[in-house]
């Protein structure tokens, strides 16, 4: 593997290259754990939704008590969350593992850090939350020029799309901030756009160049998709490390 740059720039051809070759060097062990992941959070997922639709009261279902109902969609949503944030944090490990040139064990993945689980669920939901105030803003603002003109409350809906599509854009790398970086919330997300915005239409490249991966992925069906995640995350990390360095600050790696 040839060595990263040091310029703290975006390389997309060697992201794509040094991604590929770190799933190459562990490819079942990737997709192995991957499947793991799957088929227990569709077992999490199919106990949020039957218990969904018994609260619901579909025609069809047994009745059962609203509380028992309810608890079960509980656990069923958060035990999906945990399943799909642990699978993430192994996938990522791993990845940067064999981008260290090491050959990652089953072990890699499948370690449970609950202090990683924490910072990825609290600085996502903080990105969403500033997703959300954004759009709310832009709602009132949109409501408030449509009882002057209808014709200006596009221009709300328009302002909104640009800011979404920004922010998309130089918060790509926020998963990796949370899990690799020792920063607030909102630390984390200022960290992405100071980093990313020198870079932006860099970056906007490599996302576009993600989706076209996922959709040639797609003309494979689920078999073509479920391989393709794990390359598209080996990729997103070696981009990662391109523009924000090597160091694990928060002890991710510790005990691999």
Not at 5 to 16: M, S
Request: glycine share 10%; hydrophobic share 55%.
């Amino acid at each position: 593997m040839t060595a990263a740059p040091e310029n703290g720039r975006l390389h997309v051809l060697k992201a794509v290259e040094d991604g590929w070759n770190a799933f190459a060097k562990a490819p079942w062990t990737f997709l192995l754990y991957q499947a793991l992941v799957v088929v227990i959070a569709l077992c999490f997922a199919f106990l949020a939704t039957i218990n969904g639709l018994r609260l619901a009261s579909f025609e069809g279902l047994s009745e059962i008590h609203p509380a028992g109902a309810t608890l079960g969609l509980i656990i069923g949503l958060i035990g999906y969350v945990i399943t799909m944030l642990w699978g993430a944090i192994g996938i990522i490990r791993g990845a940067w593992i064999s981008l260290e040139g090491q050959k990652p064990t089953f072990r890699t993945f499948t370690r449970w850090d609950g202090n990683a689980t924490r910072r990825l669920f609290i600085k996502g939901i903080s990105l969403i939350a500033v997703i959300l105030i954004i759009a709310i803003i832009t709602l009132v603002a949109g409501l408030g020029l449509a009882q002057i003109n209808r014709g200006l409350a596009v221009a709300p809906a328009a302002v909104f799309v640009i800011i979404y599509v920004y922010l998309i854009i130089n918060q790509k790398f926020l998963p990796f901030i949370a899990l690799f970086e020792k920063k607030t919330p909102f630390e984390a997300i200022a960290r992405g756009r100071k980093v990313i915005d020198p870079s932006w239409w860099m970056v906007a490249w490599f996302f576009i160049v993600e989706a076209v991966l996922y959709a040639i992925a797609g003309l494979f069906q689920y078999g073509g998709l479920f391989v393709v995640f794990p390359v598209l995350t080996c990729i997103s990390t070696a981009a990662y490390r391109q523009l924000f360095g090597k160091e694990d600050q928060t002890g991710l790696l510790s005990g691999n």
